[in-house]
């Protein structure tokens, strides 16, 4: 990291007519506030870490100044002004009040620093989103908020000039931060195959529901970082959360403090399931209560506070499944009849398993191969048997056989050979531990990833010069005076 002395003015004027060109040695022209209609609460939830449609502008005209330089990229105030009004925006929406707004300034920088560094790396590796991916998340997005794309693009556009194009370039660029991750730190995190085993071992013990809402403070400590280092972080988050325990809000120090990915949120991990949480805070977020904050947790990247403000049970998709087996006695009365004679209750009974249960196809071989060729239903949910079928195995242990019921072919009698809880979104259940195990890391690394792209990154940062961030005079101002 290296400094300048000197700062870059930008005099030149230009017309109205071009608000949105910004070169450099050109002034910045602003439109009058634009602010969304109500009917994007929704949308603006959705997008709460970058919201992007709500910002306001200053009305008069600035003379623009560089606020930052990162390698051979610019950061001009006017776009540090813009962002800091959407974190202003964005921490009213949390309740989370702004006491320091030169803190918020330096934190939103930092932020702008390292959406540019990771704009550059998407550059020199040639990342991509296409049209057709793009349209798809869109077409999520607006099925997620009950409408069409067209009534999306049309109700954005309402709200703001070129509303949806905005939205759509917003959406575009966390697609390209998030296949940036999947390459620089998702694809090298590596798991092995009995990692894999012993977590799917572990699922099988501890089928967990429960999610929890974390509130994150990291302190980060450079790499290879000296003691006298050590011990200022150390003393540092030890300060936090103090004032954390004496009644400061948690969300607003991590605003303040936190150098986490997630400070201009408030720290707000947002809804995590144990598979989720970081190794490092499992342990800690088992012996919170709610409301709770953790004492100093110490890892790789710094140290950690945190908080537990929420629990909850999961939505699950875990059903209940039976494994049937079924043999047809075949009857052109029994429907007729009914109930079944006393001698084919015994006989259901005395099916105790399913080795029994195949040997009726030698006790009743004059029934034709075909009628009983497909005897095994296999795993079924209640929903996908017939009523009847569910009726009949309602009451009875796995091992045993149904009390038989009649159909238009002839007698049922049907065999339960086990139950179990299966989660029908699981596919492939390795697959699916394998991709766990590696997200779960990469949440681990990617802190330390950041902080790498920023260390080998020419950040010069001019926020202390005082010629650049005192308010400036419009044209109309200057010569007046």
Do not use: C
């Not at 998702?186 to 013990?205: C, G, H, P, Y």
């Amino acid at each position: 990291m290296t400094s300048r002395a000197s700062s870059v003015t930008i005099a030149k004027q230009r017309s109205l007519n071009y608000p949105n060109n910004i070169d450099l040695g050109e002034t910045i022209l602003f439109m009058k506030n634009l602010t969304p209609s109500n009917v994007f609460k929704l949308i603006s939830l959705l997008f709460i870490l970058t919201p992007f449609f709500a910002w306001s502008a200053p009305q008069e005209k600035l003379l623009d100044r560089v606020v930052a330089v990162v390698n051979d990229n610019i950061i001009l105030k006017s776009e540090l002004d813009k962002e800091v009004s959407l974190a202003k925006q964005d921490l009213q929406a949390r309740n989370i009040p702004v006491t320091n707004p030169d803190e918020l300034a330096s934190k939103v920088l930092d932020k702008i620093i390292l959406e540019r560094l990771q704009l550059q790396r998407i550059n020199q590796l040639g990342i991509k989103i296409a049209d057709d991916e793009l349209f798809t998340q869109i077409q999520e997005i607006a099925k997620q908020n009950n409408l069409t794309v067209i009534e999306l693009r049309d109700r954005l556009n309402m709200s703001q000039q070129n509303g949806f194009e905005n939205f759509r370039e917003r959406i575009r660029q966390q697609m390209l931060f998030q296949k940036l991750r999947e390459v620089e730190v998702l694809s090298k995190t590596q798991v092995t195959e009995d990692e894999v085993s012993n977590f799917i071992q572990r699922q099988a013990l501890v089928q967990s529901d429960t999610e929890y809402r974390l509130g994150h403070i990291m302190v980060s400590l450079p790499e290879s970082a000296t003691p006298a280092q050590r011990d200022a972080s150390r003393q540092k988050a030890e300060e936090i959360l103090q004032k954390i325990r004496s009644g400061e809000d948690f969300s607003q120090m991590a605003v303040r403090y936190s150098e986490g990915s997630k400070a201009l949120q408030g720290g707000d991990l947002g809804w995590l399931g144990t598979d989720q949480i970081p190794t490092f805070f499992s342990d800690a977020v088992n012996q919170l209560e709610q409301g709770q904050t953790s004492d100093i947790i110490r890892s790789p990247v710094g140290f950690h506070i945190i908080q537990l403000q929420g629990k909850r049970n999961k939505n699950s998709q875990i059903v209940k499944q039976y494994h049937l087996y079924r043999f047809i006695l075949l009857s052109e009365d029994a429907q007729k009849k009914q109930q079944p004679s006393s001698t084919l209750v015994q006989l259901a009974q005395s099916l105790t398993s399913l080795e029994s249960f195949k040997q009726l196809n030698e006790k009743y071989s004059d029934i034709p191969a075909s009628v009983n060729a497909n005897g095994n239903l296999g795993w079924q949910t209640e929903k996908e048997m017939q009523p009847e079928y569910f009726q009949a195995i309602a009451n009875i242990q796995p091992g045993h056989a149904a009390k038989p019921f009649a159909t238009e072919k002839g007698w049922v009698i049907l065999f339960l050979d086990g139950i179990r809880n299966q989660d029908l979104s699981l596919k492939d259940k390795r697959k699916q531990a394998m991709q766990t195990l590696r997200m779960k890391k990469a949440n681990e690394t990617y802190e330390i990833w950041l902080r790498r792209l920023k260390d080998e990154a020419l950040i010069d940062i001019r926020l202390d010069d005082p010629e650049i961030m005192k308010k400036q005079l419009s044209h109309e101002e200057s010569l007046s005076n």
